[in-house]
């Protein structure tokens, strides 16, 4: 089985609205609804998992009626962190899915998927048991270690910018958030993995697949809906 866990559960402090910039319109339709329905629509996924805060689920409960995602089975209530959402998420579906299931846990603030993206995570989890999506950085990037001077140049061809989805075997990522429970500085869920010293496969991604963390964000991709129409 193949399932999607989507991550809806923060509270947006960066977005500078009056509310959680999944919620966001576009055209009518929350920013949650196009991160569902990516994966409504591709094949290979059999069941949808939302994560979001207990004051979000009879919203999320209606939407999820009105809209006919069929996939989408459960509501799960997320942690204090991404990290604790995401090990909510994990923990429940521990309870119904098998430890060589596939799961795919997403950012709803990136609401544009490509199904070939889902397949390709699926195909490489599969066979790697982690893989993330990644996309090669176009600009030069530096580390510094004060905030006001480079300390550090990687080379620009063996930098890539991490995506999602993310995909795992159900039974490596539960046991990683188990083992890394303390953890507080992972900011995703290949982190957790590639701490536990595990090799995490890079899936090529898509430069639509924005995450929307401000205003001027949801301009973008709005353009970019329009266009897919």
């Known amino acids: 089985m193949n399932i999607a866990l989507i991550l809806a559960a923060g509270s947006s402090h960066r977005f500078n609205a009056d509310m959680p910039k999944q919620f966001y319109e ?19 996924i059999d069941l949808i998992a939302v994560v979001c805060k207990e004051e979000h689920t009879a919203y999320l409960s209606k939407l999820i009626q009105d809209s ?57 989890a599969k066979e790697h048991n982690a893989a993330t999506v990644a996309i090669p950085a176009d ?32 039974g490596m990522i539960y046991i990683a958030h188990h083992l890394l429970q303390d953890d507080v500085e992972a900011t995703d869920d290949a982190q957790l993995i590639f701490k536990t010293c595990m090799p995490v496969y890079l899936v090529r991604g898509d430069k639509k697949s924005i995450k929307v963390t401000s205003l001027e964000d949801v301009y973008y991709l709005q353009a970019l809906v329009h266009g897919s129409k």
């Not at 990037?141 to 991490?162: A, C, H, L, M, W």
Request: aromatic share 10%.
């Open 139 to 170: 600009d030069t990037t530096s580390v510094s270690f004060d905030g006001q001077f480079i300390g550090f140049i990687p080379e620009r061809k063996n930098v890539y910018r991490i995506q999602t989805p993310q995909a795992f075997k159900l």
């Open 26 to 44: 576009i055209d009518g339709k929350p920013l949650i609804w196009y991160a569902i329905n990516s994966f409504q629509t591709a094949a290979s």
């Open 68 to 124: 006919g995602f069929s996939k989408a089975k459960h509501l799960i209530i997320g942690g204090e962190t991404r990290k604790g959402s995401s090990f909510n998420g994990v923990k429940f579906l521990k309870t119904i899915a098998a430890d060589d299931d596939i799961v795919l846990i997403h950012d709803a603030a990136r609401p544009l998927v490509s199904e070939s993206v889902i397949d390709a995570c699926i195909k490489m």
